[in-house]
């Protein structure tokens, strides 16, 4: 937990130095977030600070104290010895459609990592990881750290919810990013998720950062240049962080909102997903499956990773986490039945429009534009 002398600094001062582009001590930004936990910073001087780092900026090394002083606000798991250095994460700056973690935590688990992930819920008109879990009739996403810890060490991987004890700062922080028009701020926006993912005290580290039109960066330099941030501030933190700038151009896979997105994800773990969204599973678990050091390259974990949707190793493994988490067993072995592609426990739409096309074959809409350089599903990858 973040403690000083709550005394030694005036709010006003650190306010005005960092409006005026001046660079935040250690100290200063220790004291700012001790005392939003506390309770002894205002609303208001939340926002200014906010507001100021948004239009005058952090340098990385301000950006990783803020990381660490919000990560040491809370509780930080610690893992036994012996699988310490398994312990992984993905985390994805998100977009229509994703729903990658979902398939790749139990595949990555199935392959012998074990995946902490605490997720979020949706932002905007998009459902979280969280939202669409909540679909499945009895899944729980707040977990004691007994109940995370059992399930690291009986199933390999949970997907949980941020606690109101882990990294506390970053909820207040976030809350407050949200109604000062301060969302989309790369300083933030790296403390906020390596923050979380610290928590895990995770072993290594992949973020897929989102790039297009329908991404909240849109050109490639500035996700390079964010990457290369996030890269910085992980590995200051001792994590062995890379980064994959993916294209968000238009929906990933075929289905959209959360029940339908569990479908597809169930679909994808019986090896009959998407193209689009089996391609970024294993790409991304060959990544980290690599700099773990379970393979020796790459290629290898795409391989392993592919085989677990293929072998039913990666779904027995979802349904032993959806059990974990408090479903009950009749229903996460329906949702998983292979024979079955009808999901009749996760929720239907209440009404239903049905669009038909009449034209002839092989045409095609896009509702958003292709940007203007060619940028692959998976463009750069930066470790």
């Known amino acids: 937990m973040v403690k000083m002398n709550l005394q030694k600094f005036k709010v006003s001062d650190i306010l005005a130095k960092k409006r005026d582009g001046g660079v935040l001590t250690e100290e200063e930004i220790d004291f700012f977030v001790g005392g939003l936990t506390t309770g002894a910073i205002q609303d208001v001087q939340t926002g200014a600070l906010l507001m100021a780092i948004y239009l005058k900026g952090m340098t990385d090394l301000e950006t990783a104290t803020l990381t660490k002083a919000m990560l040491h606000s809370g509780k930080i798991f610690q893992w036994p010895d012996d699988i310490r250095h398994l312990i992984v994460d993905k985390h994805s700056t998100g977009g229509v459609g994703d729903k990658i973690s979902l398939i790749l935590g139990p595949a990555l688990a199935a392959c012998g990592l074990k995946v902490p992930m605490i997720s979020g819920r949706g932002l905007g008109f998009t459902g979280g990881t969280i939202d669409k879990l909540e679909s499945i009739p009895g899944f729980r996403v707040l977990l004691s ?4 810890m059992s399930a690291i060490e009986n ?3 949970f997907i949980m919810a941020q606690t109101a ?3 506390p700062a970053d909820k207040i922080l976030y809350a407050s990013r949200d109604v000062t028009a301060t969302v989309d701020c790369p300083p933030l926006i790296t403390a906020s998720i ?3 993912k610290a928590s895990e005290s995770l072993s290594a580290l992949l973020l897929d950062l989102k790039c297009g039109s329908a991404a909240f960066i849109q050109d490639l330099a500035t996700a390079q240049s964010f990457a290369r941030l996030m890269v910085k501030v992980g590995t200051e933190l001792g994590i062995k962080t890379a980064v994959a700038i993916t294209r968000m151009d238009c929906p990933l896979g075929r289905k959209i909102g959360n029940a339908l997105e569990v479908e597809e ?3 994808t773990l019986k090896g009959r997903g998407p193209s689009d969204i089996e391609e970024l599973v294993v ?3 060959g990544i980290l499956l690599h700099i773990a050091g379970i393979v020796s390259c790459r290629s290898d974990g ?4 592919r085989g677990s949707l293929y072998d039913g190793t990666a779904l027995r493994t979802f349904r032993d986490m959806m059990t974990a988490q408090g479903v009950a067993p009749e229903i996460a072995a329906s949702l998983c039945c292979t024979d079955d592609s009808i999901y009749g426990a996760l929720p239907k739409a209440r009404r239903t429009t049905d669009l038909r096309y009449s034209g002839p074959g092989g045409q095609s809409t896009h ?8 940028l692959p599903h998976i463009s750069v990858i930066i470790f």
Request: glycine letters at 6%; proline letters at 6%; hydrophobic letters at 30%.
């Open 145 to 148: 750290q007994q109940e995370a």
């Open 155 to 157: 199933v390999g991987c």
């Open 165 to 167: 004890d882990i990294v």
């Open 194 to 196: 390596l923050s979380k």
């Open 265 to 267: 994800s169930l679909d």
């Open 283 to 285: 790409i991304e678990g």
């Open 302 to 305: 795409e391989e392993r990773i």
């Open 367 to 374: 509702s958003l534009p292709i940007t203007h350089y060619p």
